[in-house]
């Protein structure tokens, strides 16, 4: 892959999801130079995005216009052209939320593991437990954003053609870290999409060790590449030192 189909591929961990699981609300619109999403029964800014922009700015109202009322997010990819639009954000009331790196690894070397800890694919209800529970003491989900996790896991496992899944870590039967990953539609890509270790676990290569589990299944099915968007100060460093390369920079504004 070159650069430019690598970025493309850090982008699309955004919108390639299994065609069938996508609800009926959720339009997308994809062209080589816009891509955006929007859910008709969310007004999430994470529902409805702009991912890809490289239009004009004279079209910036066209595409906010689709969104109607709606409150949204523009991930605006950084370059020496993108202040422009970045201005013009901001002047329609669009705040800098957030930047995240597009960090990507090609997958030709065999990857190792770092931790003694026993780590294992979430496959029985258990396990679903599992994962959900170690995610929620680390993020703080509440009572009702627990049982919405368990329900969607659990639902996703027993989709037939799924592309993703979910790793547990556990210290014997204690679960102390967890990750989530998908595949592109088309195989070659491995989009890393969610991992934590509780905090008084942390500094013990346990977070390596489930990327580097991931790399691993991901090399033996043919994978090229492994992807993510990763937020400033969360996972970054640790993908750096586990050899992937920043190929973009990715600021979130957001309109409420």
Same mark, same amino acid.
């Given at each position: 892959?070159?650069? =430019?189909?690598?970025? /493309? *591929?850090?982008?699309?961990?955004?919108?390639?999801?299994?065609?069938?699981?996508?609800?009926?609300?959720?339009?997308?619109?994809?062209?080589?130079?816009?891509?955006?999403?929007?859910?008709?029964?969310?007004?999430?800014?994470?529902? $409805?995005?702009? !991912? /890809?922009?490289?239009?004009?700015?004279?079209?910036?109202?066209? +595409?906010?216009?689709?969104? #109607?009322?709606?409150?949204?997010?523009?991930?605006?990819?950084?370059?020496?052209?993108?202040?422009?639009?970045?201005?013009?954000?901001?002047?329609? @009331?669009?705040?800098?939320?957030?930047?995240?790196?597009?960090?990507?690894?090609?997958?030709?070397?065999?990857?190792?593991?770092?931790?003694?800890?026993?780590? /294992?694919?979430? $496959?029985?209800?258990?396990? +679903?437990?599992?994962?959900?529970? !170690?995610?929620?003491?680390?993020?703080?989900?509440?009572? =009702?954003?627990?049982?919405? *996790? +368990?329900?969607?896991?659990?639902?996703?496992?027993?989709?037939?053609? /799924?592309? @993703?899944?979910?790793?547990?870590?556990?210290?014997?039967?204690?679960?102390?870290?967890?990750?989530?990953?998908?595949?592109?539609?088309? @195989?070659?890509?491995?989009?890393?999409? #969610?991992?934590?270790?509780?905090?008084?676990?942390? #500094?013990?290569?346990?977070?390596?060790?489930? %990327?580097?589990?991931?790399?691993?299944?991901?090399?033996?099915?043919?994978?090229?590449?492994?992807?993510?968007?990763?937020?400033?100060?969360?996972?970054?460093?640790? %993908?750096?030192?586990? @050899?992937?390369?920043?190929?973009?920079?990715?600021?979130?504004?957001?309109?409420?």
């Amino acid at each position: 892959m070159d650069e =430019e189909q690598i970025i /493309r *591929a850090i982008e699309a961990i955004q919108w390639d999801y299994e065609e069938a699981l996508v609800p009926e609300s959720i339009h997308y619109i994809q062209n080589d130079d816009l891509v955006m999403i929007k859910n008709n029964k969310s007004a999430s800014v994470y529902a $409805n995005k702009v !991912v /890809r922009y490289h239009r004009s700015v004279q079209e910036v109202k066209d +595409v906010i216009a689709y969104f #109607g009322g709606s409150p949204l997010s523009w991930w605006v990819r950084s370059s020496s052209d993108s202040s422009e639009l970045e201005k013009h954000l901001l002047t329609l @009331g669009f705040q800098h939320y957030d930047t995240y790196r597009g960090l990507a690894k090609k997958l030709t070397e065999e990857e190792a593991a770092i931790s003694d800890f026993t780590y /294992r694919e979430v $496959n029985t209800e258990e396990d +679903v437990q599992a994962h959900v529970e !170690v995610a929620a003491k680390i993020w703080g989900y509440d009572d =009702e954003a627990i049982q919405a *996790a +368990v329900t969607e896991r659990a639902s996703y496992l027993q989709f037939p053609d /799924r592309r @993703g899944g979910f790793t547990i870590a556990l210290d014997n039967n204690k679960p102390i870290g967890y990750s989530n990953y998908r595949y592109s539609k088309d @195989g070659k890509v491995l989009y890393l999409n #969610g991992a934590g270790v509780l905090p008084e676990y942390r #500094g013990k290569g346990i977070y390596r060790s489930l %990327l580097a589990d991931r790399l691993i299944e991901a090399r033996k099915r043919g994978c090229e590449l492994a992807v993510m968007q990763a937020r400033i100060g969360t996972s970054e460093p640790i %993908l750096r030192k586990s @050899g992937f390369r920043e190929y973009a920079t990715y600021k979130q504004y957001v309109r409420e």
